[in-house]
């Protein structure tokens, strides 16, 4: 009998240790924080994911942690855009091309030349003309947290050189989800077909598209190389990223919580455009020994791309706001002047 009773205060006391062993281990329980973005670990993306995650880690003492998931595995930028609108996921890092859809204003950043330099981009999208797009976000529910540099994008495809414009004549190419990068091929003479970047590899080694355009760090990094001859170098437009979150998951954080992850994102951001600018700089010669044939689209042809392209700018303009447009050509003109 005392046995049994020893044997039920003991079984009674451990089950109370237990559950507050269980009470304990969730208190400290991180929150996780599934990030989704489409390039793979390799690329610039995954490494300046891998800082974004070691900061939030730091910053919040272990209590947030980031489970990064790359190569589009949690689905294309669209399809993530729409898991955070939903609250399905918490936070991602993708093209604003893509947001188009959901934010007008959005579209500001695919005008063909708008920036011509990196320091134009961080003055531009790090300043008011950039926080005004970023935060029309909000109403849509998504939260845009910084903008890191996906970069000057150029022309690859199997077909030919493209010497001048004529050369893209037919030449089938992917292009962002995005009216546009359609309008603006198409006008160039191109069949631009829009296609997710995830879809863009396969589509290419198949042949159902012949080309594709974007920074040298992605040809690089998705190995374009292997199944693209021809680099021509545009620079046609620069083109950002943008880290996001989830709105209806960071309405119920904690003050402290955003601040870290605000924090988190600067320093990911900071990181993230001095590789990428670093990676860019080495990228060219990377890709000629992998065998492509790159040339420079000649002053004089740049000039007609230009010209042609600027028909789209009125559809931009009036597409993101009078206001905004001239806004942002003020800025630049600005900080064109202060050279
Ligand atoms: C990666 C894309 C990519 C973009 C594209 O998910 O789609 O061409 O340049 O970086 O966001």
């Known amino acids: 009998m005392i046995l049994i009773r020893r044997t039920l205060i003991a079984c009674a006391v451990g089950a109370s240790l237990l559950a507050s062993g269980l009470a304990s281990a969730q208190d400290i329980k991180p929150r996780l924080i599934r990030f989704g973005y489409g390039l793979n670990e390799q690329s610039n993306q995954g490494r300046a994911t891998k800082v974004l995650a070691a900061e939030i880690e730091k910053l919040s003492g272990g209590k947030m942690k980031l489970r990064a998931i790359g190569a589009a595995a949690l689905g294309s930028d669209v399809q993530m855009q729409q898991a955070l609108i939903g609250g399905a996921q918490e936070m991602m890092v993708g093209s604003t091309a893509t947001l188009v859809g959901i934010t007008k204003e959005m579209a500001l950043w695919d005008t063909p030349f708008l920036i011509n330099n990196a320091q134009e981009a961080d003055a531009i999208l790090d300043g008011p003309v950039g926080d005004r797009v970023r935060n029309k976000l909000e109403e849509k529910g998504l939260v845009g947290l910084v903008y890191w540099e996906n970069g000057f994008r150029n022309l690859t495809n199997s077909k030919r050189a493209v010497v001048k414009l004529e050369d893209m004549d037919g030449i089938k190419l992917r292009v962002m989800q995005n009216n546009v990068y ?3 091929f198409k006008t160039l003479g191109a069949n631009a077909v829009p296609l997710p970047f995830s879809e863009l590899f396969s589509a290419l080694e198949t042949k159902a598209v012949d080309g594709q355009e974007n920074p040298y760090n992605t040809i690089l990094s998705s190995k374009f190389y292997e199944i693209q001859k021809y680099l021509t170098v545009t ?5 950002p990223w943008i880290v996001l979150a989830s709105k209806k998951w960071w309405d119920g954080l904690s003050k402290d919580e955003k601040a870290v992850l605000m924090s988190a994102a600067k320093t990911s951001r900071d990181f993230e455009r001095k590789d990428t600018r670093a990676e860019a ?11 492509m ?7 004089a042809e740049t000039a007609r791309m230009r010209d042609k392209l600027t028909r789209i700018n009125a559809g931009i ?4 706001g009078m206001d905004l447009w001239q806004d942002t050509q003020a800025e630049l003109a600005r900080l064109r002047a202060k050279k």
């Open 293 to 299: 044939q790159v040339n420079v689209l000649s002053a």
């Open 235 to 239: 620079n046609h437009v620069y083109s």
């Open 317 to 320: 303009a009036s597409n993101v």
């Open 281 to 291: 700089t080495k990228a060219l010669e990377d890709l000629k020994a992998k065998g």
């Open 182 to 184: 359609l309008d603006s």
